[in-house]
């Protein structure tokens, strides 16, 4: 490493300094050796030079190592959902963390991310599930895991399949109360 630095220090003389690092400047010490000083002087417009064998140490506050490294976390959790029967559902959360984190969606502790009845997607860190048509087996806990080398959380909701038999009987309620106003 060189270095070239001007320093003023009087208002008639000009310095200007050369380092050169001699041993590194690994860790949190670093040794310099001026070699050359040359000095103007406004005044008489003469310049003066002088070689210098001076050596000098700067010890340097240690550096602390920076990691971007997270555990993963939820930053926007599962939602409960009630859901018609023959309908689509669909189901998402966000998750954070690095390394990226490897998500897995289950059902009453069944592992989802192989079954071609859900469809599953992770962009991002937005973990989104579709159920395309469903059913009373539908019905149940959902939970996601996500996982890195720092650490593991899961996040769970239920999903209740309310049947087409709910479905009448709540428009049965809705229109006998329409007709009695």
Do not use: Q
């Not at 000009?14 to 690092?21: G, Q, S, V």
């Not at 990691?67 to 998402?92: G, I, Q």
């Amino acid at each position: 490493m060189h270095m070239k630095c001007t320093i003023k220090v009087k208002a008639f003389i000009f310095y200007l300094i050369f380092a050169k690092d001699t041993k590194g400047s690994l860790k949190n010490k670093m040794t310099i050796k001026r070699e050359s000083i040359i000095l103007y002087d406004f005044l008489t417009s003469l310049f003066f030079s002088r070689i210098l064998l001076e050596t000098f140490s700067l010890n340097l506050p240690a550096s602390k190592d920076c990691s971007f490294e997270t555990p993963p976390s939820f930053s926007v959790p599962l939602k409960m959902h009630n859901s018609p029967e023959s309908y689509e559902c669909y189901m998402s959360c966000a998750v954070t963390g690095n390394p990226k984190p490897h998500v897995t969606w289950y059902r009453n502790n069944i592992s989802l991310n192989t079954n071609t009845n859900y469809y599953i997607t992770n962009t991002c860190g937005v973990c989104s599930m579709v159920i395309l048509k469903v059913g009373p087996k539908d019905s149940g806990e959902y939970t996601v895991i996500a996982e890195n080398p720092l650490g593991r959380v899961e996040c769970s909701t239920k999903l209740v399949v309310k049947g087409k038999n709910t479905i009448k009987l709540f428009c049965d309620i809705l229109n006998s109360s329409l007709l009695i106003i």
